[in-house]
């Protein structure tokens, strides 16, 4: 068990003998291991951070060995010693010799090595050479444009800033003496200075200050806030920004992250300003332990390298027949059993594809060429082929399919009808706040029209504000117009609002506030809030001009004028894109940490059918049967965890379908890699971005049909390579295998077969660019190597005009 939280249970009984809930509290804490948040990170991490909220700042500073104003740079450097730089463990690159093999050890290179090891060995020193240079050639080929796409993702990492600011106490010779927990830095304190560090060398301990725009470098707990929101969308799904404050309202939260007052790091500040403590770094952060998870799981086989292993065996399963065969019929009627096993080995050799791998690694290069030019960086050349295979695309909301930003979205009266009075209201309120504004000010001042129509800066004059509090919920502001009246305006959370009103206006009537009206009010913000909508309430009054000093107790007797509701919109290509894909045979499924509420309104709006929403508590209880009908029947999922988003792209994946999903947080990751094809952004963070295989540079998701298509091209091209020159191969091979039983000497080296292969394969060298017929882009592509069998076997009887190349 934590001492920290030992401590602290046996300080609380000798407080106030509440046995119960303490023992309560601690039973809830070891209980985690069965709960939805230890499934992505230690119990152990749960429960310091849950042990850190409860804290008071004093008892955490000094057990961190640290001080309100910061640690001094000797202690910094003896904990950095001490607990390592702060880097979260990434996928680390292989090194080259590795990538090497890598883009060396698919099937058919394997096969076509074997044969050349073979020539070799038989001293057929010619076609071994042959064999072997179409390796190479193919090898290179993909290492060389695998290693460029991979440079420029990693290009894009180092675009980004990683500073803090940093308190640092400057302290004499004999604190500096001290060493970590720096006992008695207290009384030796100098003067304490900001500056700026590297996130790298930040440690627990480092008190750091926030701002706007800031990303939260480590785990963190507030020592202080100011109308701090935080982004915790990369994390949670979640669209809007979290409130945070310098002290935990709820003692009995166990969810890490519905803790008020600690930040996780890769969230942001969106708006106000804070300082921090700093907890834990690097891999012991709850990012970390989320990145662990991911880069420690091995890559599942995608759609396309299964694909191509059943088409290797196919061969082999021919070779395995007709070689023998062939070596027996030989041996048997011409005696000569060396002879025989030569003439065995031109039949492997020939009815093997020598130049397939340069064929399929040119055609996906081809493909990821032209995506490079829509802005589109492929980090995996299979994933070319997995785009025109896919199926099934799942896809994050926030930032994905919505703008990752507050919108105001309505401005209506308390019937819930459009109001211009209420946006102007709100508009004067947000204006005259001297406060850090938040992003729903932010939103509100977007309509610069109603400054203009207002005449704000001559017509309007502030008296006075009303800061907000987290008790009151609520911020006014007192503005006179043309000095001949003063009006009070606040805006705020919409039960507090109400608490301080009497009244309501009703079109140009006002009218007392009474039970059945209360009533309706309820109903109308419910509504709002079904829509997936954050309400936020204006009420206002008018106070005598000559009243000059205002506080808190007179926002009393207002009337309520009506609410502004804010939302994250949905992309402008969204909608487009997601028609387009529909087109293309590509079902589209929602998988978000977010609410479902605010999921159902943002898929209306992009106009995708909901077929049922499935929470993840709800997942968390079906069995893998249920699971696997579940993901067949919804398309919304909700409140997901990381671990519900990878379960679902694996049972997916199971029920036969290509699955591609598309997000850029830290709770996407995992799904990225199980799915066959893994889409991400350039804004993503970096473990989502090393877990994609492909990395979209802009926001339009239209580029995302582009993709698919592109990958159908490269698919069909491929197989009508495979299957032209297969069944020429088997063509050729039946032919001397039946003129061998008949004639009494070999009709065919294993050179001669090399060379009228590869004669033919040069012929075959433009397929990559050719083009392909409408009816193979309208529906996914996928592996059949049965039918690529029978049309080795059959293929003067029945070859499909659409695998042939189509005139010109």
Same mark, same amino acid.
């Given at each position: 068990m934590n001492f920290t939280l030992l401590k602290e249970f046996f300080a609380g009984f000798l407080r106030n003998r509440h046995i119960g809930r303490h023992f309560r509290r601690l039973a809830l804490l070891d209980t985690l291991t069965q709960t939805d948040v230890s499934r992505e990170v230690p119990t152990s991490l749960t429960k310091t951070l849950v042990s850190a909220a409860n804290n008071n700042p004093e008892t955490l500073l000094k057990q961190l060995g640290s001080h309100s104003e910061g640690l001094t740079e000797l202690q910094a450097i003896v904990i950095r010693e001490r607990v390592g730089l702060n880097e979260v463990e990434h996928e680390k690159p292989l090194p080259w010799w590795l990538y090497l093999w890598h883009c060396y050890k698919n099937p058919f290179n394997l096969l076509l090595t074997l044969l050349a090891v073979i020539s070799y060995l038989t001293e057929d020193l010619k076609a071994a050479i042959v064999i072997g240079t179409m390796v190479v050639l193919s090898t290179l080929l993909r290492f060389w444009q695998e290693a460029k796409s991979n440079k420029a993702a990693d290009e894009l990492k180092a675009m980004v800033s990683n500073t803090a600011t940093v308190l640092r106490c400057d302290a004499p010779d004999t604190a500096i003496a001290d060493t970590a927990p720096y006992p008695g830095a207290s009384q030796h304190l100098k003067a304490t200075s900001r500056v700026e560090l590297p996130i790298k060398l930040l440690v627990p301990g480092d008190v750091i200050v926030l701002s706007a725009g800031d990303m939260i470098p480590a785990d963190c707990r507030l020592l202080s806030a100011k109308d701090l929101f935080v982004s915790q969308a990369a994390m949670t799904g979640e669209s809007l920004p979290v409130e945070k404050f310098a002290v935990q309202h709820d003692t009995q939260a166990i969810n890490p992250l519905e803790l008020d007052n600690i930040l996780f790091m890769g969230t942001n500040v969106v708006s106000g300003a804070a300082t921090a403590v700093i907890l834990s770094t690097s891999n012991s952060t709850y990012f970390g332990a989320l990145a662990s998870r991911v880069t420690a799981t091995d890559r599942t086989p995608t759609a396309f390298q299964s694909g191509v292993n059943k088409v290797s065996w196919l061969l082999i399963r021919f070779m395995l027949v007709m070689s023998p065969l062939?070596?027996?019929?030989?041996?048997? *009627?011409?005696?000569?059993?060396?002879?025989?096993?030569?003439?065995?080995?031109?039949?492997?050799?020939?009815?093997? &594809?020598?130049?397939?791998?340069?064929?399929? %690694?040119?055609?996906?290069? +081809?493909?990821?060429?032209?995506?490079?030019? /829509? /802005?589109?960086?492929? /980090?995996?050349?299979?994933?070319?082929?997995?785009?025109?295979?896919?199926?099934?695309?799942?896809?994050?909301? %926030?930032? %994905?399919l919505t703008q990752d930003r507050i919108f105001l979205s309505w401005h209506v009266d308390v019937w819930g009808n459009d109001s211009e009075e209420v946006l102007e209201m709100a508009y004067l309120n947000s204006y005259y706040q001297t406060g850090l504004k @938040?992003?729903?000010?932010?939103?509100? =001042?977007?309509?610069?029209?109603?400054?203009?129509? =207002?005449?704000?800066?001559?017509?309007?004059?502030?008296?006075?504000?009303?800061?907000?509090?987290? *008790?009151?919920?609520?911020?006014? #502001?007192?503005?006179?117009?043309?000095? @001949?009246?003063?009006?009070?305006?606040? +805006?705020?959370?919409?039960?507090?609002?109400?608490?301080?009103? *009497?009244? #309501?206006?009703?079109? &140009?009537?006002?009218?007392? =506030? %009474?039970?059945?009206?209360?009533?309706?009010?309820?109903?109308?913000?419910?509504?709002?809030?079904?829509?997936?909508?954050?309400?936020?309430? #204006?009420?206002?009054?008018? #106070?005598?001009?000559?009243?000059? @000093?205002?506080?808190?107790?007179?926002?009393?007797? =207002?009337?309520?004028?009506?609410?502004?509701?804010?939302?994250? &919109? &949905?992309?402008?290509?969204t909608a487009s894109a997601l028609k387009a894909l529909a087109e293309h045979g590509i079902t589209v499924k929602v998988l978000t940490g977010d609410n479902e509420r605010v999921t159902a309104k943002i898929c209306r709006e992009v106009g995708l059918e909901q077929h049922g929403v499935i929470l993840g508590r709800d997942i968390e209880r079906m069995s893998d049967a249920e699971l696997a009908l579940a993901v067949e029947e919804h398309n919304v999922f909700a409140k997901l965890t990381p671990s519900h988003k990878e379960r679902i792209v694996r049972f997916l994946k199971a029920n036969g379908h290509v699955v591609g999903f598309m997000g850029d947080g830290i709770n996407d990751a995992p799904a990225l890699r199980s799915a066959d094809i893994g889409i991400s952004v350039d804004t993503a963070v970096d473990i989502a971005k090393e877990a994609a295989d492909i990395i979209l540079l802009e926001k339009s998701l239209m580029v995302l049909e582009e993709g698919v298509l592109e990958g159908r091209r490269t698919f069909a091209n491929m197989l009508k390579y495979i299957k032209m020159t297969a069944s020429s191969n088997f063509g050729s091979v039946f032919s001397v295998l039946v003129a061998s039983a008949f004639i009494p000497f070999l009709p065919m080296l294993p050179m001669h077969l090399l060379v009228q292969n590869l004669l033919y394969d040069i012929s075959q060298i433009a397929i990559p660019f050719d083009n392909v017929d409408v009816a193979l882009l309208k529906q996914p592509q996928r592996w059949q190597p049965a039918d690529i069998g029978r049309f080795m076997v059959f293929s003067d009887q029945s070859a499909p005009s659409s695998t042939s190349p189509p005139s010109r």
């Open positions: 062939v070596l027996f019929i030989n041996g048997f *009627t011409k005696g000569d059993w060396m002879e025989a096993l030569l003439f065995a080995l031109s039949i492997a050799v020939g009815l093997t &594809p020598e130049m397939l791998p340069m064929i399929v %690694t040119s055609t996906l290069a +081809k493909g990821a060429v032209f995506l490079s030019r /829509k /802005k589109v960086i492929v /980090k995996r050349l299979d994933a070319i082929q997995n785009f025109g295979a896919m199926d099934v695309l799942c896809t994050d909301k %926030t930032g %994905t @938040n992003l729903l000010d932010v939103a509100v =001042l977007e309509h610069v029209e109603i400054h203009r129509e =207002l005449e704000v800066a001559t017509a309007f004059r502030k008296i006075v504000e009303i800061p907000f509090d987290f *008790t009151r919920r609520r911020m006014s #502001v007192v503005v006179s117009e043309r000095d @001949n009246h003063h009006e009070l305006i606040t +805006k705020g959370a919409v039960e507090e609002i109400l608490s301080a009103c *009497t009244h #309501v206006r009703h079109g &140009p009537a006002i009218e007392p =506030l %009474t039970a059945e009206m209360l009533a309706r009010i309820h109903r109308v913000t419910a509504d709002l809030n079904e829509e997936g909508l954050r309400v936020v309430a #204006v009420a206002a009054k008018a #106070v005598p001009p000559t009243k000059e @000093n205002y506080g808190v107790a007179d926002e009393s007797d =207002l009337t309520l004028i009506g609410y502004v509701a804010f939302l994250d &919109p &949905p992309k402008e290509s």
